[in-house]
């Protein structure tokens, strides 16, 4: 072997490749691995421009890639007071109004993260906050990313002041009398009030953007499955790269929206390889529901409110045809379905595909927060993808199903609650991320919550802890598995020679440390492409 340009050095290196075990020692050749063996190999691989970094007593493991986040997205959804976690009215309150306190008159409120726990079982509505507002317009997002509240003066200046009709199942939610309560439910309905809000510069949001994938990286992550795109996203990572590199590496896929046909499905599927060094556009992102949480999710029977009854497409079988279309052009794709008719149905439309058509790229399901005993073992042979998101089960649902979710969904539904194992049991590929903004994007604290079933570092009931992973399951969710879910990234996912050099450098062994600590553990560093970042604790 020609002497290699780094060789990485630590107590522990685990593989994940099948054919080698744990090793100390990994030789990178440009942006390669070139060999994987023990200390004592590695004395014999070096030359005198060879640069040595040794780890000591760390665990290194294939690059942690987040199989679910919205970087871009996330710069529109948390702008303001971040209301994360919060499970109190009054305290929401609180913080709404120290933050129109420091603004002028006339100025926005805005805020994100709005748990709808927080109402205790009332109407989600502006008059809630109007009177904390000082007369300022106020614009909150939820947690879900897929509702927004928006006071009585934003309504006025969005001249919204009634029900209106989408394409999608999206709605102005009114009372008895038509007049709006403030709550917007899905991206259209939403659009109407956040497209007064005043605008950010494109320096701005690439200076918040580049401090979101900073985060991502000293968080421990190399890589994310970006289920956003737009014009605006390439901009924004072009101009990142003119400045450097990419800190992480980005597998996005625009979204395709109902009301759409042929001719817009053939502009989504040319802009498929555009990308630069570290980010590309791989795949297409569809939607057959919206969330339990806003009644907007598909279910084969209504929620405790009588909701969560319709799919996002008013014509599901457009989006069977849309869903064809890629699926015929070698073109993977991922769908948003959370309830059991929107995943049942989604189901239908991929296994209804040529078996020879479906192998030709990966197709995701992802979410999948309920789903029955039927529909998990459709899973078996399918060659499909399960995505999903452990903290959306461990921080807004509880064991004692008293939380909005689960009151919605009732015992039973509530008791199908993100079926990581089974589905994972079935054989498939089970990719996990954090939907980041709606929950948070470090990923050792989803690892720990995966085979927790409840709040790393909280003395909380488990979650229907049966769906519990282990830790090496929960470790291939975000190398291994995410790797396949991501199909152009196949030479990713272990440390194996001739694959990418994309590390992670943990301070403890992810197969070996008590969950609750991993959570608080250090993140040491990454290496993408070979090239070695050492960080700081997060």
């Known amino acids: 072997m020609t002497a290699p340009d780094r060789i990485i050095l630590a107590d522990t290196v685990h593989t994940l490749d099948p054919a080698h075990g744990p090793a100390q020692a990994i030789a990178i050749s440009g942006s390669r691995i070139a060999a994987v063996g023990t200390r004592d190999d590695a004395a014999s691989w070096g030359g005198p421009g060879t640069d040595i970094v040794d780890l000591g007593r760390a665990t290194v ?10 970087p871009v997205f996330g710069l529109d959804i948390t702008a303001g007071v971040d209301l994360s976690g919060l499970q109190d009215l009054g305290e929401v309150r609180r913080r709404l109004a120290a933050e129109a306190s420091r603004l002028g008159p006339g100025e926005w409120v805005r805020a994100w993260g709005l748990d709808p726990n927080a109402f205790d079982g009332a109407p989600v509505a502006s008059a809630a906050i109007d009177d904390v507002l000082g007369g300022r317009p106020g614009f909150v997002r939820l947690f879900d990313g897929h509702s927004a509240l928006a006071s009585s003066r934003a309504l006025e200046l969005a001249g919204v002041d009634g029900p209106r009709e989408f394409d999608g199942a999206a709605s102005v939610v009114c009372d008895a009398d038509a007049r709006p309560s403030g709550l917007l439910l899905e991206f259209h309905a939403v659009d109407l009030v956040a497209r007064c809000l005043p605008e950010e510069s494109f320096e701005q949001r690439r200076d918040r953007l580049a401090e979101v994938l900073d985060g991502f990286a000293a968080a421990g992550l190399t890589g994310a499955h970006v289920m956003d795109h737009s014009d605006e996203s390439a901009a924004l990572y072009r101009a990142l790269e003119e400045r450097g590199e990419l800190p992480v590496r980005l597998r996005c896929a625009p979204w395709c929206q109902p009301g759409t046909g042929p001719e817009d499905w053939a502009e989504l599927a040319a802009s498929v390889g555009a990308g630069g060094r570290r980010w590309g556009v791989a795949g297409i992102k569809l939607f057959i529901d919206g969330t339990v949480d806003n009644g907007t999710a598909w279910l084969y029977e209504p929620d405790a409110l009588g909701e969560s009854l319709h799919p996002f497409w008013p014509d599901p079988a457009e989006y069977s045809r849309a869903v064809t279309f890629f699926a015929e052009r070698g073109i993977p794709t991922a769908t948003h379905a959370i309830g059991d008719a929107g995943v049942g149905y989604v189901l239908d439309a991929l296994l209804a595909l040529e078996p020879a058509v479906r192998s030709r790229a990966v197709h995701r399901i992802e979410h999948l927060e309920t789903v029955p005993d039927e529909l998990v073992a459709r899973f078996a042979d ?10 959306h089960c461990t921080h807004y649902s509880r064991a004692d199903q008293s939380d909005n979710w689960s009151v919605r969904l009732g015992p039973v539904r509530a008791g199908r609650a993100w079926r990581c194992r089974d ?9 996990l991320g954090s939907d980041w903004p709606i929950a948070p994007y470090p990923p050792l604290p989803i690892i720990a919550d995966a085979q927790l079933r409840r709040r790393a570092g909280v003395s909380e009931e488990p979650i229907v802890p049966s769906q519990a992973l282990t830790a090496r399951q929960a470790l291939e969710g975000y190398t291994s598995h995410a790797a396949h879910a991501a199909g152009a990234w196949a030479d990713s996912g272990s440390i194996t020679v001739g694959k990418r050099a994309d590390l992670t450098f943990l301070e403890l062994d992810p197969l070996t440390a008590d969950p609750d600590e991993l959570a608080e ?11 070695v970042r050492l960080g700081v604790r997060v």
Not at 521 to 531: C, F, K, N, P, Y
Request: aromatic share 0%; glycine share 16%.
């Open 382 to 391: 399918s060659g499909l993808v399960a995505s999903m998101q452990p903290t």
């Open 423 to 431: 589905l994972l049991e079935q054989g498939r590929t089970l990719v």
């Open 61 to 70: 493991v294939p690059g942690l890639v987040d199989g679910h986040s919205h």
């Open 521 to 531: 553990s250090a993140v040491l560093g990454t290496a993408i492409d070979g090239e």
